[in-house]
Structure formats: structure tokens, C-alpha cells
């Protein structure tokens, strides 16, 4: 009985698991849903969310039975871009920038730009669900998706002006591609934030619903998977390449 109520103890003081910074889950049989799972600091990309965004993109690039992705945040926002505090913590800075800027031989990019541009490695069509906060690290993510579906409330920013950094991550490309130059410039100098409407005219987004975003990111989601998923891989391989050799013209 001694034994038993030490025991019983002892499980009770076991930390209770910590949740995951980025959730991956199925909706319907082809269609997968990765959320930035941390409500609290609106999603803030702290060493945990920035390795869940790339495993959860490695992982669904090699999963042949899913026909669409669909990115978005919990609670008020997409994502605020960097923790800052979290990162750049005085005892953990140097390893961390170490880790998210170091690229290992053979990949593409590094852990810092594998969260946006691994996206466009994985077959089948993307599409990211705006709403709320889209600051920074958080564009970027979104504009490594194929399709940007943005909620009224959505506010986006090239935020890394405001910390003295280029957005490195992926933006450099995906904004080539969306934007004229001189918008791409002024985004990046400025780190302005421009809410949906403005994003839809500057072509941040692909387009903006009154509602949730995230409910019309899954309609889109479900016509694709419906479809036939070899189409829809080659269509996203062919534009692509196509808007990579034309340099998005």
C-alpha cells in the first residue's frame, strides 16, 4: 500500500505533454490541415513552430495520398511573425540562429527559409487562410503557399524592416513573382502593414471572403480534391516553372 500511494504520487507530478506548436490533421480522406498552434502569442515563430512548419512540409510532400494543403493559425491570427524574445534569448541566441541559418549539404535552404519554401515542393496545390496578424515570418509562410485565401481582419507586413533583417525566407522570390519592383521594394523598406483589400490590389493575396477564411480555403481544398490529383501536381510543377524562367513576368 506504501508503495501504491508513492506511486500514485508520482504520476501526479508528472508535467502534463506540452502542446505542439504546429498540428497537422486530416479533414476528409485527401485533404490535410497544418495549424501554427500557438494561440496565446498569436502564433509567434519560436524554434518549435519553425521546425513543425518544415517537418510538417516534408512529411506532406512525401504523403502521395494527399491532394491538398491547407495553412492557417488558431485563434485571432495567422501568425505575428518571429518571437523575438523566445529566439533571441541571451542564452540560447547563438545556437538558434546558428541552427535556423546553417544549411545542411545537399538541401536548398535553410531551417529559417524551409518554412516557406519547402511549400512549393510539395505536389499538390497549397493554400494558405489569412486572418488576422500576417507580420513577418508569417508572410513569408503564406506567400510559400500556392493560393492565399484573406479574411477582412487580415493585416500583412514584410516586417523584418523593423528589425533591421531582409525578408531572406522566402519572400524574395514569392514577391518577384506577385508585385511590380518598386512595390516589393516599398513593402520591404517600409515594413508598412496594408490590411486585405490593399493586399488583394498589390497581389499578396489571392483573393479576400467576408467570412472565414479558413472555411473558404477548405471549399477550395474540397474542389480540388476532387479533381484529378495528377493534373493538379503537374499544373502547380508547370506554372512554376513557368513564372521561374519567365522571372514572373
Not at 156 to 173: F, N, Q, R, Y
Not at 189 to 209: D, F, H, I, K, W
Amino acid at each position: 500500500p506504501i508503495y501504491q500511494r508513492a506511486m500514485r504520487r508520482a504520476v501526479t507530478r508528472v508535467a502534463p505533454r506540452r502542446r505542439l506548436s504546429v498540428r497537422v490533421e486530416r479533414v476528409d480522406k485527401h485533404i490535410a490541415v497544418v495549424t501554427l498552434d500557438r494561440p496565446e502569442k498569436l502564433n509567434a515563430l519560436n524554434m518549435a513552430a519553425f521546425r513543425g512548419v518544415r517537418d510538417a512540409a516534408r512529411k506532406l510532400r512525401d504523403d502521395a495520398s494527399v491532394r491538398c494543403v491547407v495553412l492557417r493559425g488558431a485563434g485571432r491570427a495567422f501568425c505575428a511573425g518571429l518571437d523575438v524574445k523566445g529566439v533571441m534569448h541571451p542564452l540560447r541566441a547563438k545556437a538558434n540562429c546558428a541552427e535556423l541559418l546553417e544549411r545542411a549539404d545537399g538541401e536548398a535552404a535553410n531551417l529559417a527559409q524551409a518554412v516557406s519554401y519547402l511549400w512549393r515542393g510539395v505536389p499538390c496545390p497549397v493554400v494558405a487562410a489569412v486572418h488576422g496578424a500576417c507580420f513577418g515570418g508569417g508572410l513569408q509562410i503564406a506567400l510559400g503557399a500556392d493560393v492565399r485565401v484573406a479574411a477582412e481582419d487580415a493585416k500583412l507586413s514584410v516586417m523584418e524592416a523593423k528589425w533591421g533583417l531582409v525578408p531572406d525566407m522566402g519572400a524574395t522570390a514569392a514577391l518577384r513573382e506577385l508585385t511590380r519592383r518598386d512595390v516589393a521594394l516599398e513593402l520591404t523598406t517600409s515594413g508598412r502593414v496594408v490590411g486585405a483589400r490593399e493586399a488583394l490590389e498589390l497581389g499578396l493575396v489571392t483573393r479576400v471572403v467576408e467570412g472565414s477564411a479558413f472555411d473558404a480555403a477548405l471549399e477550395f481544398a474540397r474542389r480540388v480534391a476532387k479533381g484529378s490529383p495528377d493534373a493538379a501536381a503537374a499544373a502547380k510543377q508547370l506554372w512554376h516553372a513557368a513564372y521561374d524562367a519567365g522571372g514572373g513576368e
